[in-house]
């Protein structure tokens, strides 16, 4: 029943005028394409997949300048990207990473949630939890390598991958920062916190909306690894050949075993948390701070 909803939100998604056309973008065969067997790079405009057959493995590429800002498109070309993976048997792996320099994922597109209509605000949200849902529960190994800043959304697409390799550069924090915007993370974005670095530890991030540099993101637990920055990529890649030598079966089920009571919670109360976020967002002071955030960015520049 869930699945079905998902696939709707999917199907529609694909029907958008914008999405048409996305499903293969041909390009050069990849640099990681498996001893050159003929398999190409392809992807959408904001997703570059670099398939790597030999190794059953895929590089996930977001390239969403400036700042890899999860806007509707960009969600819906990610989604995309992962179920053509997941539905070719070729792949049992993706490696998640950024191809704008600096940035990982800047995080949830701020421009989606301001000033807009309460029908644009409930067809985002429905894509940001399609996403979040797809890739915390995907039966492939999902490895991010971060190798950029990743603050809020960002910070939550890495917590949704099963191992997080972090650069290391003082620049690159990463957590989930919603209240320095005034605004909240969601039951959601805090349970998958909760599930990576225990209940205390999150509280107090969450609360102060800490950004952890990278030794202090490993102290905690936000990231499993922090190595020189021309190593992630490297690193990622051997993490993924010890996943990968797991038996896949037993390796999915404990996956699902681990967090399905936390995406049932999301399933079970995904209108709630539909109308929840749009009484949020739409509410006169958290549109005040939001566009004062917007503001602040924008006059960083000048
Ligand atoms: C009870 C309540 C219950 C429920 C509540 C429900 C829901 C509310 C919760 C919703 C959850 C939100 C999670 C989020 O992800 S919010 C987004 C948080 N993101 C950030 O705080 C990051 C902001 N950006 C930055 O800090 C910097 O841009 C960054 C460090 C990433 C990069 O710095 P850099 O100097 O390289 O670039 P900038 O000059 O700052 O930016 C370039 C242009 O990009 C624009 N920008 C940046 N971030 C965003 C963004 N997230 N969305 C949209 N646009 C963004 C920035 O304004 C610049 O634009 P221009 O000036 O070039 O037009």
């Known amino acids: 029943m869930a699945l079905a909803v998902g696939m709707r939100v999917l199907t529609r998604a694909l029907l958008r005028p914008w999405a048409r056309g996305l499903r293969v973008a041909p390009g050069r065969t990849g640099p990681a394409a498996g001893g050159g067997d003929g398999m190409r790079c392809f992807g959408s405009p904001r997703v570059l997949v670099e398939p790597d057959p030999a190794a059953g493995v895929a590089v996930v590429k977001?390239?969403?300048?400036?700042?890899?800002?999860?806007?509707?498109?960009?969600?819906t070309e990610l989604l995309i990207s992962l179920e053509k993976l997941e539905n070719d048997k070729t792949f049992h792996g993706i490696i998640l990473t950024s191809d704008c320099p600096g940035?990982?994922?800047?995080?949830?597109?701020?421009t989606e949630m301001c000033g807009r209509k309460p029908e644009h605000y409930v067809e985002y949200w429905k894509a940001v939890q399609e996403t979040w849902l797809r890739f915390y529960l995907s039966n492939l190994v999902v490895i991010a390598a971060i190798n950029g800043v990743s603050p809020a959304g960002g910070c939550l697409?890495?917590?949704?991958?099963?191992?997080?390799?972090?650069?290391?550069?003082?620049?690159?924090?990463?957590?989930?920062n919603e209240t320095l915007l005034g605004i909240v993370?969601?039951?959601?974005?805090?349970?998958?916190?909760?599930?990576?670095?225990?209940?205390?530890?999150?509280?107090?991030?969450?609360?102060?909306?800490?950004?952890?540099?990278?030794?202090?993101?490993?102290?905690?637990g936000v990231v499993d690894q922090v190595v020189?920055?021309?190593?992630?990529?490297?690193t990622a890649r051997s993490v993924m050949a010890q996943w990968l030598a797991i038996p896949d079966h037993a390796r999915q089920l404990t996956k699902t075993l681990m967090r399905k009571p936390t995406a049932d919670r999301l399933l079970t109360e995904r209108d709630a948390d539909i109308?929840?976020?749009?009484?949020?967002?739409?509410?006169?002071?958290?549109?005040?701070s939001l566009h004062a955030y917007l503001e602040k960015l924008k006059q960083k520049k000048g």
């Not at 977001?62 to 969600?75: Q, T």
């Not at 940035?103 to 701020?110: N, P, T, Y």
């Not at 998958?192 to 209940?199: A, C, L």
């Not at 109308?275 to 005040?288: A, E």
């Open 185 to 220: 993370a969601p039951f959601w974005f805090k349970d998958t916190m909760v599930n990576t670095i225990g209940h205390r530890a999150t509280e107090r991030a969450l609360q102060l909306g800490l950004l952890f540099p990278p030794a202090e993101a490993l102290r905690v």
């Open 275 to 288: 109308q929840t976020f749009v009484r949020f967002i739409c509410r006169d002071s958290v549109q005040k």
């Open 157 to 176: 697409l890495s917590l949704t991958c099963d191992y997080r390799v972090l650069a290391n550069n003082p620049k690159y924090t990463i957590g989930l």
């Open 103 to 110: 940035i990982f994922s800047a995080g949830l597109d701020l």
């Open 62 to 75: 977001m390239r969403n300048p400036p700042v890899n800002s999860l806007s509707l498109e960009f969600l």
């Open 228 to 234: 020189p920055e021309d190593q992630v990529q490297s």
